[in-house]
């Protein structure tokens, strides 16, 4: 399976792009994205999902004698890109994989390695209770050690690489949880609830758990200001 590192980045491209604005994905979009991600589908099948998506959409709206509501959240494609996932799967039986060469990505050992040290830079510098303190404290330490370690060699798999940080992601989340107070998770929960509200029909409730488990750790980081550690959230521009 080809490991994307701007999948973020050119899904939330094309749904602004087939939306017809620069609306800003939200934290569940985010949510979502991230379990679409963990689940391995590609993303030429999200991208072609959003494409049919707003191709009914279209059509509908050609065909509407009265305004149609304006489409505000992706999960508004859901569905559409869990039945993309399945075509593409079909399509695939018997298709060879294609390769990749990582030096040529914009994800060169160096840059990698300096985005890992400004991560480490961020978690080392955050003012975090304890018991997470001590996680986000030996997180930093070991983000430094891999930095170190891609230097040295230069046939390091980014792919391993990843896989690595998002142990060390989950160790994050799992001493927030701890630090949080129940207040705090009940309203993030609730707040959640409410947002997905609008997209149950569309989604699976395996994939609804998913998402309010994403939205959760991610409002948490945001709370504290602390980076995602997945090579997925690095940016080529950046």
């Given at each position: 399976?080809?490991?994307?590192?701007?999948?973020?980045?050119?899904?939330?491209?094309?749904?602004?792009?087939r939306r017809?604005?620069?609306?800003?994905?939200?934290?569940?979009?985010?949510?979502?994205?991230?379990?679409?991600?963990?689940?391995?589908?590609?993303?030429?099948?999200?991208?072609?999902?959003?494409?049919?998506?707003?191709?009914?959409?279209?059509?509908?709206?050609?065909?509407?004698?009265?305004?149609?509501?304006?489409?505000?959240?992706?999960?508004?494609?859901?569905?559409?890109?869990?039945?993309?996932?399945?075509?593409?799967?079909?399509?695939?039986?018997?298709?060879?994989?294609?390769?990749?060469?990582?030096?040529?990505?914009?994800?060169?050992?160096?840059?990698?390695?300096?985005?890992?040290?400004?991560?480490?830079?961020?978690?080392?510098?955050?003012?975090?209770?304890?018991?997470?303190?001590?996680?986000?404290?030996?997180?930093?330490?070991?983000?430094?050690?891999?930095?170190?370690?891609?230097?040295?060699?230069?046939?390091?798999?980014?792919?391993?690489?990843?896989?690595?940080?998002?142990?060390?992601?989950?160790?994050?989340?799992?001493?927030?949880?701890?630090?949080?107070?129940?207040?705090?998770?009940?309203?993030?929960?609730?707040?959640?609830?409410?947002?997905?509200?609008?997209?149950?029909?569309?989604?699976?409730?395996?994939?609804?758990?998913?998402?309010?488990?994403?939205?959760?750790?991610?409002?948490?980081?945001?709370?504290?200001?602390?980076?995602?550690?997945?090579?997925?959230?690095?940016?080529l521009d950046?």
């Amino acid at each position: 399976m080809r490991n994307y590192f701007n999948y973020f980045t050119e899904i939330e491209e094309r749904f602004q792009q087939r939306r017809g604005s620069l609306l800003m994905l939200s934290t569940l979009d985010w949510a979502l994205i991230e379990t679409w991600r963990e689940a391995g589908i590609p993303l030429e099948a999200v991208l072609r999902g959003i494409d049919n998506a707003f191709d009914k959409y279209d059509d509908r709206t050609r065909r509407s004698t009265g305004r149609l509501r304006k489409v505000n959240g992706l999960a508004w494609c859901a569905q559409s890109v869990m039945e993309a996932v399945e075509q593409a799967m079909e399509a695939a039986i018997g298709a060879a994989p294609s390769e990749e060469n990582e030096q040529e990505s914009g994800f060169e050992n160096e840059r990698v390695a300096k985005y890992l040290e400004e991560n480490a830079q961020v978690l080392a510098s955050a003012k975090i209770e304890p018991p997470a303190d001590a996680v986000i404290t030996e997180t930093a330490t070991r983000l430094r050690a891999l930095a170190s370690g891609l230097r040295l060699d230069a046939s390091t798999s980014l792919e391993d690489l990843d896989r690595t940080l998002t142990v060390l992601e989950e160790k994050v989340f799992a001493a927030l949880m701890t630090a949080a107070n129940e207040e705090q998770l009940t309203a993030l929960r609730e707040q959640a609830s409410r947002e997905l509200a609008p997209y149950r029909g569309k989604m699976q409730a395996v994939q609804i758990k998913q998402v309010q488990q994403q939205f959760l750790q991610k409002k948490l980081l945001e709370a504290r200001n602390l980076p995602r550690l997945s090579l997925f959230y690095m940016r080529l521009d950046g």
